[in-house]
């Protein structure tokens, strides 16, 4: 199981724009439909083991912020074609069956990860109501195979701060997870240091 870090983009980075659809629901979501709102940008898959080991604590943290006022949006940038698991139609089916509340948005171009510099599944980004970025970095400490309990108490503690008028604190540890899954087109070789 490779393990990728996030790439930690850069503390008060405006957050790119978007406007994707959702797997479940086939309505579109944009950056702009949660203007004046803090929001929760997260990149997840369907197959990867790190994403199913937090699927469950990720629905609940969802339903728990979006009741208070946060923007939430998942997104897989995964190559579908040659991952078929991470494919529109088995994101739909995820989303019923984890429950999910947010859009699960498909990220055809990986146009969006890119511009997010997203590295690996999963992958967190919060950001302020003026859409700056305030938190990027882990879940929780729980990984596959640990004996860590999966809380969400680092998303969760960074979230809390943006609805308290705070500013999460600057220590900030990398998500773990899958690479994302780049389409191949070999002009972009920054994308492709983990092919695993």
Not at 1 to 25: Q, V, Y
Not at 134 to 150: H, T
Request: with cysteine; aromatic share 8%.
């Amino acid at each position: 199981m490779a393990r990728t870090p996030s790439t930690m983009l850069d503390l008060g980075t405006e957050a790119p724009d978007f406007e994707l659809e959702c797997a479940a629901t086939g309505k579109v979501a944009r950056r702009g439909d949660f203007a004046g709102k803090p929001l929760l940008v997260m990149f997840l898959c369907n197959h990867c083991p790190f994403v199913k080991h937090v699927a469950d604590e990720l629905a609940t943290l969802g339903r728990d912020y979006q009741g208070r006022g946060v923007g939430v949006v998942a997104i897989s940038s995964n190559d579908a074609a040659n991952y078929p698991d991470d494919a529109p139609a088995k994101m739909r089916e995820e989303a019923e069956s984890r429950g999910y509340t947010f859009a699960y948005c498909h990220d055809e171009s990986q146009g969006v990860a890119k511009a997010y510099k997203a590295a690996c599944t999963p992958d967190f980004y919060v950001f302020d109501s003026a859409h700056k970025l305030v938190y990027r970095g882990q879940l929780d400490d729980a990984r596959p195979g640990s004996p860590e309990p999966v809380t969400g108490k680092d998303l969760r503690a960074a979230l809390d701060a943006v609805l308290a008028g705070k500013t999460p604190s600057e220590d900030q540890r990398p998500s773990i997870g899958c690479n994302i899954k780049w389409k191949k087109s070999g002009n972009e070789p920054g994308y492709f240091l983990n092919p695993a």
